[in-house]
């Protein structure tokens, strides 16, 4: 008899990269925790999934993404942006404070924990502000927002000029030992700016942003994190000057972590030629040399985590001329695919890509997560990495489908996401052979 709390996945192509684990094998599934796993696991009742040709993993952790709620429930929601998620292989998600109102309380923190747990189907992990409003005139109570749920700090969407300011926030940040994602802008250098600042802006007749507004930030921020000893984490790194600092001062032991996103290890400044608002985002695709120092900094492990940066607009928010169009593009649906169909050719091993969505995220927000191991929450996804597709905006699960992707050529997709040991995502239009469950009598 079968018991439907006890599922066995076979003959997968387990990858793990807590362990460097790569090999065929089985996980024994029960209650929605990973009971065994090895090559040779079996269970007489349980629910049998043949993974054959298909690839197990952790379920993957995306560090920065926005879903909107509260207060612009027309971008996202927690049902949609948590769909996307799940078709994306992405079991837990980490979700800005840069809401309507603002993430910088108890009950807004409150509020993303209970109401993504009841319309949510992934894990959903607030961060509260690092100043109230956003405004950078005043902390917010770093205590309570901690003790109400949330995993880091954050102003993201907007720099803290206030040096003062944020040199206090990550003092206390180091009292209840979580970090602080800095967006790092100097907004009187990005002033009036709606993409990089070079040969591509002066060709097409935009107002640019200087990369020095991105490279300032960030070394003001490493030499405060290295004063307070707190734990900084730099958000979107998009150029090649911060990836030098970052390695710099990691190398002198200052406790810095940081993280990259698709667009801007794929895509160069020149995506924006046609006045391509998709390709808007802050901050902006930068020059070849960048894309070049961002990818050594994932092959020497100084970029420590992708992630997507998840953004999304109406389309009447992108339809606007350039100038007024807003930052942003959608990524949950398509960081895995294209991490797994260009990095590969880069020299980035596949264990070290996985642990960049996996491990890494959840070591830097210590999250209960990325490993397959006895004991462990059992989230997880199974990649089918056959077959060749393009990327179609007008099938995400987002409410989004603002992205510079759309008609990229991808291969493989996500077979199923599992959270807690259930299904959360399979497609429909799977074929019989790719997925089969078994029913034992």
Known sequence: MVDDSVLLIKNARILDPASGKDETGSVLVKNGVIE????????????????????????????????RQPGQDSKETFATGTRAAAAGGITRVVTMANTIPVLDNKTGIEFVVER??????????????????????????????????????SDDGKGVMDAQLFRRALEYSTIFDVPIISHCEDHNLSQGGVMNEGQTSTFIGLPGIPAEA???????????????????????????????????YKKR???????????????????????NTNAKMNPPLRTEEDCQALLEGLRDGTIDAIAS????????????????????????????????SYLPQEGLDLLELIRRMTVAPCEILKLPAGKLEPGMIADLTLWNPT???????????????????????????????????????????????????????
């Open 116 to 153: 993504s747990k009841s319309e949510g189907c992934v894990h959903v992990h607030p961060v509260g502000s690092v100043s109230k409003g956003l405004e950078g005139k005043e902390i917010s109570d770093i205590g309570e927002i901690v003790h109400a749920g949330a995993v880091a700090l």
């Open 36 to 67: 065994k796993i090895g090559k040779s696991v079996s269970s007489k009742t349980a629910e049998e999934v043949d993974a054959q040709n298909l690839w197990l993993f952790p379920g993957l952790v995306d560090m920065h993404v926005h879903l």
């Open 387 to 441: 077959g060749e597709s393009q990327i179609d905006p007008n099938l995400f699960f987002s409410k989004g489908r603002n992205t510079p992707f759309g008609g990229w050529k991808v291969t493989g997709r996500v077979e199923a996401t599992m959270v807690a040991g259930r299904v959360v995502y399979a497609p429909s239009y799977s074929p019989a052979a790719s997925l089969v469950t078994v029913r034992p009598s």
């Open 309 to 340: 940066d998840h953004a999304p607009h109406t389309r009447g928010d992108k339809s606007q001329e350039f100038d007024l169009a807003p930052f942003g593009i959608v990524g949950l649906e398509t960081t895995l695919p294209l991490m797994l």
């Open 214 to 248: 991105e490279t300032v930030m960030v070394s003001r921020d490493i030499l405060l994190a290295k004063r307070t000893g707190a734990r900084l984490h730099i958000a979107h790194v998009s150029c090649a000057e911060s990836v030098d600092l970052i390695r710099t």
């Open 253 to 275: 032991g200052v406790k810095i972590t940081a993280e990259t996103a698709m667009h801007y290890l794929l895509l160069t400044d020149k995506a924006v030629e046609g006045y």
